[in-house]
């Protein structure tokens, strides 16, 4: 049963993506070190088909992958997965999962789980969007700045489908442009408490 004693002061890294998701999910993990005391989560908007994602990314990462299921305790140092089908929310430190609100049109599962989480999460908060059509997770980048998180979208040039990125930095709420590489660094530095110092080829965005 969910317990208001699990710690829910460790960083929670969501990451977003659909279309082209995969190769950013990939390049992320293969440069994210899996001892930094925080819980990834990748949130990719599908619909009907059963996702394969907790069997693929193993190969990347020594992080223990998972598919969640209800009352799912969240951790560090652990890949959570979405599956198909449902909206993704968060209470008393495990993942609850619901019918997906918006069976019809683009899912908006990215939007609904961010917003949950700056809600209902107490640590730091790293909001990722990557490669995907539309603009899941776009509409909670707010939510996320204003509970004092970090945004960040793929840089559009490095992702197969730039929609979902173009949409996040259209917002105006959007800290950094990165590749995935860079993304994994930026994570580092925040898990790190330290500043991320955005390169030459990196855009800081001013936050609206």
Known sequence: MPSTEF???FPVVCIGGSAGGL??????????PSDMGVAVVIVN???????????????HTSMPVELI???????????????EQRDLHVEDGVFRLKPISKPRG??????????SLARNWDG???????????????AALD?????????IAQKPVTAKQPDMPESAIATG????????????????????????????????????
């Open 106 to 115: 683009w899912p908006d599962v990215i939007t609904v789980f961010l917003c």
């Open 69 to 83: 299921t209800e009352n799912l305790l969240i951790q560090p140092n652990h890949v959570f997965i979405i599956p």
């Open 173 to 208: 709420y959007v800290d950094f442009v990165l590749s995935p590489e860079e993304i994994a660094h930026c994570i580092q530095c925040v898990a790190r408490d330290e500043a991320y110092a955005a390169g030459a080829t990196t855009a800081m965005l001013p936050i609206a």
């Open 143 to 151: 939510d996320i700045k204003a509970v004092g998180g970090i945004t």
């Open 7 to 9: 710690s829910k002061d």
């Open 23 to 32: 190769e950013a999910y990939i390049r992320l993990l293969d440069h994210l």
């Open 124 to 138: 730091k908060l790293i909001a990722v969007i990557v490669s995907g059509y539309d603009g899941d997770g776009a």
């Open 45 to 59: 908007h599908l619909r009907v088909v059963a996702t394969q994602l907790h069997e693929i990314l193993p190969r």
